[in-house]
């Protein structure tokens, strides 16, 4: 039983590590000062990343629809 209660830590501690970097977004920045470093301006790259917004949210909605009609897994096979 001790043995489980320190697995479970471990796992714990694990899984505030992985949480932390997951959502630490580096590759966000990096998109961004890659574009402008590729000459593109505050505009062009605000337009862009709006495009890519819009994007995800339009490709989201039905994604979700299909997961309510035919379940999770079909509907991330789908999405992939």
Request: charged share 20%; net charge positive.
């Amino acid at each position: 039983m001790n043995n489980m209660v320190e697995r479970m830590k471990s796992n714990i501690k694990k899984n505030y590590l992985f949480s932390f970097l997951m959502n630490m977004r580096l590759s966000s920045g990096l998109w961004m000062i890659y574009m402008a470093f590729k000459g593109m301006s505050l505009t062009q790259i605000g337009f862009l990343e709006g495009i890519f917004h819009v994007t995800s949210l339009t490709m989201e909605v039905p994604t979700g629809s299909v997961a309510d009609l035919f379940g999770r897994k079909l509907s991330r096979t789908i999405g992939r």
